[in-house]
């Protein structure tokens, strides 16, 4: 069973629309959700992430929305461009096993202009 | 200049054959990784290290080995390639002090197994 479920495979939105990524989790002791932004040939990297005694993180056109009791999560870009085009991975940690980050399966996202 | 390198980046074996795949990174990071990834499976986690010669087995171990006798350097050892190793591995590194620590990952490196 996934730990952490992102819940498609992929997505496509045109320029200048909102892409909305989803996540779920079922390890209640989670407690810390990074998004990692993949381009082609490259390593992931860290987007922006998010701690369970927040329920929003902003960081530019980019932002999470967290429901800790229903253990989803939630990835808004705002204003997609074609350079957000990347696969986008939905994480998570606890305290209890430092730096050891369960990932989901990835979202592919495609912008088109 | 915060970097994680990952040689070689491209690398075909035969089965059978043994391979080896280096990983370094100049952050003095504490706890470094290896991922594999595949096509709809996401990032798998294979081994993870703490410090010199503080390995631990990840999600999926079997048919992998590691190396750590430098901090700034993470090898991983397949003895006996076989065609399910065919994928592209991920190093990773960070901090260990706490949770929720950013993982710097390197550019992968891309095996296959013939």
């Known amino acids: 069973q996934q730990q952490v479920r992102q819940s498609s495979q992929s997505l496509t939105v045109w320029e200048g629309e909102t892409a909305i990524l989803n996540c779920s989790y079922e390890n209640s002791a989670f407690d810390y959700f990074p998004w990692y932004q993949q381009f082609p040939g490259e390593g992931p990297a860290l987007l922006i992430a998010i701690r369970s005694v927040s329920d929003k993180k902003e960081d530019g056109r980019f932002t999470i929305f967290f429901n800790k009791r229903e253990k989803n999560l939630s990835l808004h870009i705002k204003d997609s461009q074609p350079g957000d085009s990347a696969t986008y991975f939905c994480a998570a940690s606890g305290t209890q096993v430092v730096g050891q980050l369960t990932f989901g399966r990835g979202t592919r996202l495609q912008v088109y202009a | 200049d915060m970097k994680v390198t990952q040689m070689p980046r491209y690398l075909i074996k035969r089965m059978g054959e043994n391979v080896l795949l280096e990983c370094g990174q100049d952050?003095?990071?504490?706890?470094m990784y290896w991922y594999r990834q595949d096509p709809g499976l996401g990032l798998q986690l294979i081994y993870i290290s703490y410090d010199v010669d503080s390995n631990s087995e990840g999600d999926i171990p079997k048919g992998y080995r590691v190396s750590r006798k430098k901090r700034e350097h993470f090898s991983l050892i397949l003895d006996s390639a076989k065609t399910n190793q065919t994928s592209v591995y991920f190093c990773?590194?960070?901090?260990?002090?706490?949770?929720?620590?950013?993982?710097?990952f390197g550019e992968g490196s891309r095996l296959i197994v013939v």
């Open positions: 990773a590194s960070s901090f260990r002090d706490r949770a929720g620590n950013t993982l710097y």
């Open positions: 952050m003095s990071h504490e706890t």
